[in-house]
């Protein structure tokens, strides 16, 4: 079992940054490729990025490719989303997941086994 705890969200101006930290509890926390996905109003959840078990690799949706960045801890039990140049459009609710499969380019939501509650990231134009 994996307990997962997001933080870091809130209101920022366009081209401002913010990070997005996901505390994980479980000793198997090094062994789950992280995720996060977002859900804006009257959509549907979509994949953000991910990142391998070791943390060597990364895939990232291709509307966040260059401006955002995923990471992990894994002495601390936690990943981090680092978000530059945000946009209007980043204006979701932000969601950490972690799966027990290693294949971290599957951006099925389906794929993932533990979610986060999520925080709320608002991008004011």
């Known amino acids: 079992q994996v307990q997962l705890v997001e ?3 809130g209101l920022v ?3 401002g940054s913010l990070r997005l930290s996901c505390a994980a509890s479980g000793r198997t ?11 804006a109003p009257g959509k549907e ?5 991910a990142l391998s078990w070791r943390g060597g690799s990364t895939y ?7 401006r955002f960045t995923i990471s992990r801890d894994n002495a601390e039990n936690t990943v981090y989303l680092q978000m530059n140049n945000l ?3 980043d204006t979701a609710v932000y969601y950490c ?3 027990s499969k290693r294949d971290y380019r ?16 608002t991008v004011s134009s």
């Open 97 to 99: 997941a972690a799966r």
């Open 87 to 89: 946009k209007p459009e």
């Open 45 to 49: 959840r979509e994949f953000v990025a």
């Open 60 to 66: 990232y949706a291709d509307s966040v490719k260059g």
């Open 29 to 39: 926390f090094s062994s789950y490729t992280m995720g996060w996905f977002r859900q």
């Open 106 to 121: 599957d951006v099925d939501l389906r794929g993932y086994d533990y979610w986060g509650q999520g925080t709320q990231v």
């Open 13 to 15: 101006q366009a081209g």
């Open 7 to 9: 933080s870091g969200g």
